[in-house]
């Protein structure tokens, strides 16, 4: 699904990965870690596209990277869903047109999928805020839309990134929880984050690979996590 051999990636001058491999298997759960600034974001980015890598190679679905054409990276990112750190949203829709504009973007008719949708806001528990506003919304309102917009397309791979950064733990675990759920539908997932606890706390959940970005590079984490 998604392989990545050799990666390295520099901006500015300087190297802030180095010599990663790591594959992304169907089904699989992973965590990925380290200090801030160690290049969790850029890592993610790398993963789905949005970055290209300076030396070595990313595949995504069989496809190197360096020689799809921009058409071809955004037919693949449908296939991923990505939960940003900063949750941006149009403000001026209400909350269902939001998770709903990626249909939109890909030309599908939004009219057909309107039980899907309904469905899905009703299972990240929204109901009751489909036709708010983004402004009107919690930290964890916002994350759990966030959750919505990524998947709606039905993605084979949920990259997210710090979702749990801005929430409290009631918050933190019952996003944990629907991650995990799509987890056991034969999603793959990785989720970025500095949260110690919610590691902890997903261990008796799910089987879940911790990996750690440290020193440009990515280590199997150790059992002390």
Known sequence: M?????LAYSYGGGELLSDISLRLTPGSFHFLTGPSGAGKTTFLKLCYGALVPTAGHALLFGKDVRQMTRDEIAEIRRRVG????????????TVSENIALPLMVSGRDVSSEAHNLKELIAWC??????????????GGERQRAALARAVIMSPDIILA????????????????????EL?????TVMIATHDLALIRAAKSRVQARVLRIAKRRLQLAGADL
């Open 2 to 6: 998604i392989e990545l051999d050799n």
């Open 125 to 138: 528990g929204l109901t009751h805020r489909a036709d708010a506003r983004p402004p009107e919304l919690s």
């Open 82 to 93: 990505v939960v940003h750190q900063d949750c941006q949203f149009l403000d001026h829709l």
């Open 161 to 180: 990134d710090e979702p749990t950064g801005n929430v409290d733990w009631e918050m933190s675990e019952r996003l944990l929880s629907l991650l995990v």
């Open 183 to 187: 987890n056991r539908m034969g999603k």
